[in-house]
């Protein structure tokens, strides 16, 4: 077995101190103030994009959102960029200056958008979830469980190896005995209470990062006040359990209807 520290100097001892440092960045780094507010046409762009799409869906008599969901949408789009920009280049720091964006949530957001697209604009997407709501009548409609599932894993591993990047950026250092402890439960966790369905057919990547959101403001909110780590354990427990049960709820409820 190896420490984290072992791991560390074997790290040095292969890659330049500067590849070291640079790779740190990922978690602790932030754009510059400027960056940031230019890092807005991006979400201008989306707006844009948005509108448009409704406005031709609606001219060809597809279903699309009515003109006013669409300009609401959009600006709350907006109004959430800007209040995300400005809350991170708030300065954050004591003894020195900490401002801009995060480098990790480039990360996040950009996972966010190509696995929705992925699931949601492909044939891959759709089969996705229609496995996951009856493998049986997907099976005899012709998809191809087996290629669709190995394809689902290889998908969720590779999503999991850019989490373990960012977390080894974090702390600098990985131990090669890290077994993941409570991280597998708060990724479940995460997905649960953000709406995503243990039974299947229902769930959004974006319900990950809401979910995560909740998770990490129980975390952060909990530890600044000084509780314990099984207290923080006990009540995301609950909020997980909370969740399931209104999960289970509504189903059974649907399958009366």
């Given at each position: 077995m190896y420490s984290?520290?072992?791991?560390?100097?074997?790290a040095?001892?292969?890659f330049?101190?500067?590849?070291?440092v640079?790779?740190?960045?990922?978690?602790?780094g932030?754009l510059?103030?400027?960056?940031s507010?230019?890092?807005m046409?991006?979400?201008?762009?989306?707006?844009?994009?948005?509108?448009?799409?409704?406005?031709r869906?609606?001219?060809?008599g597809?279903?699309?959102p009515p003109?006013?969901?669409?300009?609401?949408?959009?600006?709350?789009?907006?109004?959430?960029?800007?209040a995300i920009?400005w809350?991170?280049?708030?300065?954050?720091?004591?003894?020195?200056?900490?401002?801009?964006?995060?480098w990790?949530?480039?990360?996040?957001?950009?996972?966010?958008?190509?696995?929705?697209?992925?699931l949601?604009?492909?044939?891959f997407?759709?089969?996705?979830?229609?496995?996951?709501?009856?493998?049986?009548?997907a099976r005899?409609?012709?998809?191809?469980?087996a290629?669709i599932?190995?394809?689902?894993?290889?998908?969720?591993?590779?999503?999991a190896?850019?989490g373990?990047?960012?977390?080894?950026s974090?702390l600098?250092?990985?131990?090669?005995?890290?077994?993941?402890?409570?991280?597998?439960l708060?990724?479940?966790?995460a997905?649960?209470?953000?709406?995503?369905?243990l039974f299947?057919?229902?769930?959004?990547?974006?319900h990950?990062?809401?979910?995560?959101?909740?998770?990490?403001t129980?975390d952060?909110?909990?530890g600044?006040?000084?509780?314990?780590?099984?207290?923080?354990?006990v009540?995301?427990?609950?909020v997980?359990?909370?969740?399931v049960?209104?999960?289970?709820?509504?189903?059974r409820?649907?399958?009366?209807?």
């Amino acid at each position: 077995m190896y420490s984290g520290t072992d791991v560390t100097k074997s790290a040095r001892s292969y890659f330049p101190s500067e590849t070291v440092v640079e790779s740190c960045h990922i978690a602790s780094g932030n754009l510059s103030p400027v960056t940031s507010w230019i890092l807005m046409v991006v979400v201008g762009a989306f707006s844009t994009w948005t509108w448009l799409r409704d406005a031709r869906r609606r001219n060809t008599g597809l279903v699309a959102p009515p003109a006013s969901v669409s300009a609401l949408k959009i600006a709350a789009v907006l109004a959430a960029g800007v209040a995300i920009v400005w809350l991170c280049n708030t300065d954050r720091g004591t003894l020195v200056e900490i401002s801009g964006v995060p480098w990790v949530l480039l990360v996040v957001l950009g996972v966010l958008a190509a696995w929705t697209l992925l699931l949601g604009r492909t044939r891959f997407g759709r089969y996705v979830y229609a496995i996951g709501g009856n493998a049986g009548a997907a099976r005899r409609g012709g998809v191809n469980l087996a290629r669709i599932r190995t394809l689902a894993f290889m998908l969720a591993s590779f999503t999991a190896g850019i989490g373990g990047i960012v977390y080894a950026s974090r702390l600098r250092s990985v131990s090669t005995s890290y077994d993941g402890g409570t991280l597998v439960l708060y990724a479940v966790a995460a997905a649960v209470i953000g709406g995503t369905s243990l039974f299947g057919g229902r769930g959004k990547v974006l319900h990950g990062v809401l979910g995560g959101v909740v998770i990490a403001t129980i975390d952060n909110g909990m530890g600044l006040q000084g509780y314990s780590a099984p207290a923080k354990y006990v009540v995301t427990a609950l909020v997980l359990v909370a969740a399931v049960t209104i999960d289970a709820v509504a189903r059974r409820r649907r399958s009366r209807t």
